[in-house]
């Protein structure tokens, strides 16, 4: 087993566990992945202020996440197909989410359903709804989280259409799926995903497959949810989720601050800044740089979630500074998952908290609340107003 110290690793054995075509729907975004590749490279360029002799004996990790208590401001982020990174994908997220004192949202296009994820753990979980043009589903969808206990339901609102991910077309990733003599061959050489994944006995969308009431055509349902998104999406649906849903109500995918007052102003509890990874609209600025606006024009009006391209303790430290209540992360944790299941998701969480707690410790603040942009270099907050 190799030496793991950081993130990155754990994204190099997961490319070697898993079948090219898998890790690529991972790892890759959508076009010429500017949006993927502005989320790194805008959260490299922040600077922090090192602050020395200020006694770096303990720090305190522990906050709220939607009025929730965690142990540290991470969650781990909704992501369809988890399941066929890993068997029972979602499952052991879930629980390793559950270790670790965070929370986990499972996405609509889970492998794992809702019920199967509720089996698995004891505490709450959150779930993200991606609306259909159905609202039989929706309202099945909804009603079921709800039964399973979810505190939280995110609606995921940049994803009316799909961004084209070349990679995926070109593996033969797609609805009906390609299989050619190469990706037979590569997953042939993943003998341990194939046994798990391939032939193992789960291999619907859960949540999908439930309301069809059919099980185990992976491709029916993906077909079906990949012709239903609903692309008229629009601010008065929120209205008919609200009235379905009592509980916690965050948007997910807001990179305008002008879309994070109506958010506020239509009864959200909490928005997610979001690009879905670089995974949508190629071409946007990394999160981390609308962030500082959105969190201002909102105040304290609705918490102010974030994600896109974190992959340390230190990248969760630069978005709390900019007004962040807490990260979500994708890949980081599939990553973890994709190279060794439930450890790895693991492996994932204790080294970003590891990493926030020493970063914490080097910036001179002792807990949570204590975060603020006085722990970066002054220009940052005010070149980045200027985008
Ligand atoms: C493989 C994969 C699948 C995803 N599926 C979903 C999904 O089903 N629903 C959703 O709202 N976001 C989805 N996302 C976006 C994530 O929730 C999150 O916004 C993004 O991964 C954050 O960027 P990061 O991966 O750099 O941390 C997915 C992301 C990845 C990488
Ligand atoms: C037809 C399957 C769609 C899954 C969408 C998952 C997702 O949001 C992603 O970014 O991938």
């Keep these: 087993m190799p030496v793991i110290t950081n993130v990155e690793d754990l994204r190099q054995l997961a490319r070697r566990k898993v079948p090219k075509a898998i890790f690529e729907y991972i790892d890759h975004g959508s076009y010429d992945q500017l949006s993927l590749a502005n989320n790194r490279n805008d959260l490299n360029a922040i600077r922090f202020r090192q602050r020395v002799m200020i006694d770096a004996e ?12 965690v142990a540290m401001p991470i969650a781990i982020a909704p992501t369809g197909l988890t399941g066929l990174m890993h068997r029972d994908g979602e499952m052991l997220a879930a629980r390793a989410a559950e270790a670790a004192g965070i929370r986990m949202t499972l996405s609509t296009m889970s492998i794992c359903s809702i019920e199967d994820v509720r089996s698995a753990i004891k505490g709450p979980f959150w779930f993200q709804l991606y609306v259909f043009k159905d609202p039989g589903f929706n309202e099945q969808v909804i009603e079921r989280a709800r039964d399973a206990g979810c505190t939280a339901l995110f609606v995921t609102v940049d994803l009316p259409m799909r961004g084209q991910r070349h990679c ?9 799926p390609r299989l050619t003599p190469r990706n037979a061959f590569d997953m042939m050489t993943k003998p341990a995903w194939l046994a798990g994944v391939l032939l193992g006995k789960r291999k619907s969308f859960g949540n999908v497959d439930y309301y069809l009431g059919q099980k185990g055509n992976i491709w029916a349902a993906g077909r079906w949810g990949g012709d239903n998104f609903d692309r008229s999406l629009s601010w008065k649906d929120l209205v008919w989720i609200r009235k379905r849903w009592p509980g916690k109500l965050v948007i997910k995918g807001i990179l305008d601050p002008e879309d994070a007052k109506i958010a506020a102003s239509e009864g959200a509890d909490g928005i997610v800044v979001s690009n879905h990874g670089g995974r949508q609209l190629d071409g946007t600025p990394g999160t981390v740089t609308v962030l500082p606006r959105i969190a201002e024009a909102v105040g304290d009006r609705l918490e102010v979630l974030m994600d896109g391209g974190i992959r340390s303790g230190q990248d969760v430290l630069k978005a709390l500074a900019l007004g962040a209540k807490g990260c979500l992360i994708g890949r980081a944790y599939l990553y973890g998952l994709a190279a060794m299941g439930e450890a790895g998701v693991a492996k994932t969480l204790s080294l970003m ?24 270099y002054d220009d940052y907050g005010d070149k980045r107003r200027n985008v």
């Design 168 to 176: 995926d077309i070109k593996n033969g990733l797609t609805v009906p």
């Design 353 to 376: 908290g590891e990493e926030l707690r020493v970063a914490m410790s080097l910036t001179g603040v002792k807990n949570i609340g204590e975060i603020s942009r006085d722990i970066l």
């Design 58 to 69: 303990t720090r305190d990790l522990t906050t709220k996440m939607l009025g929730e208590d």
